[in-house]
């Protein structure tokens, strides 16, 4: 017991040796992340606000006008637009990001964006410059669900499978270290090349799960907002758009 | 932590996150530092900590908990920088002692055995045994910061503790590092 005691004493005392005050320019640098990084679920804050204090049939309403103006919209911006490479053809991202016509029910298209600015979606600002090369495009797709929240499907295209698997990693890290999501991610066993599923492990916030994974020169992923989107929500949607990359 | 400043935060304010990330950074540096035993380390996991909180926050369901929980995300990153650590740099090297500062009532060999012998621990041993030592938080607190199993806890604090007796009670032996530059 004694020698017991003695060792908890060493370590209090050793433990209180050391810096105690962290370099200002850390904390600037932190600052400068911050203020090119979206914070999860941020954008879905409005609309919820809206969905909530709607009345149903205007809600109905308004998502009919929403589809009809995605599938206009999609026709008149070339959504089955194939982007092909030496020695590789691949469907193009908007062929493959969830849309209105093939989300799983109850889920509809908030937003859609495409070009390299999507990247940043899931790499921080400062980061996205080692994900680019050889990148040729990429869109993602928000959809949000009244009664299980948002989520983002999200699609890159790189010119090589070796162009594809240099992103992956950074993105790889990227889903562990800066986001904070999950430190031991699982297989996703999608018949993919190379692919995980991510789970916040912060202790009092709301659960969230992304899917992030590689088939040849594409990325995908999948991420679920903060509101308590489930795993089995996401399933579908990573489904989905594998199937639609063959 | 000001609840009004979390609240602020979690609905986007920078300049509210601002306020809290100056307020907390050294606490969150100091927690870092004990793990990892680098201050460059250390540097990147509160970086990287505080970027993590910003964009968890929104999903923080208590502000009143904030603190304990941002000692959670601090911990996950050095996880995260201990796990890079490991790629990136052999596993033996010299020790980067300072001889000359710390408390004078531990010599220099307790130190250096002490140092050597928790930089063996892996981080999660590590993390129970700062919580512990330097937090001075229970084993339900130290569970329930981290999200494990108290049996969980107790467990990897009873190896950590062992390792840290056995370098304590090993004679000075030659450092396997190789000479220190001179």
Redesign the interface.
């Known amino acids: 017991m004694t020698?017991e005691r003695d060792?908890?004493h060493?370590?209090?005392?050793?433990?209180?040796?050391?810096?105690?005050?962290?370099?200002d320019r850390?904390?600037a640098?932190?600052?400068t992340?911050?203020?090119t990084?979206?914070?999860?679920?941020?954008g879905w804050?409005p609309l919820k606000e809206l969905v909530t204090t709607m009345k149903p049939l205007t809600i109905a309403a308004g998502l009919t006008a929403a589809v009809v103006l995605v599938v206009a919209a999609l026709q008149v911006i070339g959504g089955t637009t194939n982007v092909t490479s030496p020695g590789i053809r691949t469907p193009g991202p908007a062929e493959i990001v969830v849309t209105d016509e093939n989300a799983p029910e109850g889920w509809t298209v908030d937003t859609t964006r495409s070009g390299r600015a999507v990247l940043t979606y899931l790499v921080?600002y400062g980061e996205v410059d080692s994900a680019t090369g050889g990148f040729v495009d990429s869109r993602a797709t928000d959809l949000c669900s009244e009664g299980q929240g948002c989520a983002t499907s999200w699609v890159a295209v790189y010119r090589s499978e070796s162009d594809a698997d240099a992103a992956f990693s950074v993105l790889h890290?990227e889903m562990?270290?800066?986001?904070?999501l999950g430190?031991n991610p699982l297989n996703l066993d999608l018949g993919d090349d190379e692919g995980y599923a991510y789970r916040?492990?912060?202790?009092?916030?709301?659960a969230?799960h992304a899917y992030l994974w590689r088939k040849g020169n594409l990325l995908l992923g999948v991420v679920g907002d903060?509101a308590d989107v489930e795993d089995d929500a996401l399933r579908p949607f990573a489904e989905e758009m594998n199937e639609r990359s063959r | 932590m000001d609840q009004d400043l979390v609240t602020r935060a979690q609905?986007?304010d920078?300049s509210a996150?601002?306020d809290i990330?100056?307020a907390i950074?050294?606490r969150?540096?100091?927690v870092a530092?004990?793990i990892l035993r680098d201050?460059d380390l250390a540097?990147d996991a509160?970086?990287?900590a505080?970027?993590?909180i910003?964009?968890?926050?929104?999903?923080?369901?208590?502000p009143g908990?904030f603190e304990?929980?941002s000692y959670?995300?601090v911990v996950?990153?050095c996880?995260?920088q201990a796990r890079?650590e490991r790629r990136w740099r052999p596993s033996l090297r010299v020790l980067e002692t300072d001889h000359s500062?710390?408390?004078p009532?531990?010599s220099v060999a307790?130190?250096d055995q002490?140092e050597r012998g928790f930089r063996r621990l892996p981080p999660e041993q590590r993390a129970v045994?700062?919580l512990q030592?330097?937090l001075d938080l229970t084993l339900p607190q130290i569970a329930?910061?981290?999200?494990v199993p108290i049996g969980t806890v107790r467990s990897r604090l009873h190896y950590a503790?062992r390792a840290?007796?056995a370098a304590?009670e090993a004679d000075a032996r030659p450092a396997l590092s190789g000479s220190r530059p001179s």
Do not use: C, K
């Not at chain 1, 060493?10 to 370099?23: F, K, N, Q, S, Y």
């Not at chain 1, 916040?200 to 709301?206: Q, Y």
């Not at chain 2, 910003?54 to 999903?59: A, N, S």
């Open positions: 020698q060792l908890d060493v370590l209090d005392r050793w433990m209180d040796d050391g810096p105690t005050i962290v370099a850390v904390i640098a932190a600052m992340d911050v203020h990084t979206r914070q999860l679920g941020a804050a921080r890290a562990q270290v800066g986001w904070g430190s916040n492990n912060l202790g009092n916030a709301a969230s903060m | 609905r986007g920078e996150f601002a990330a100056y950074g050294d969150l540096f100091t530092h004990r201050v540097e509160t970086q990287q505080i970027v993590a910003w964009r968890q926050l929104p999903g923080l369901r208590d908990r304990a929980w959670r995300v996950n990153a996880y995260a890079a500062a710390g408390d009532q531990l307790d130190r002490l045994l700062v030592h330097y329930e910061l981290l999200g503790r840290m007796r304590l």
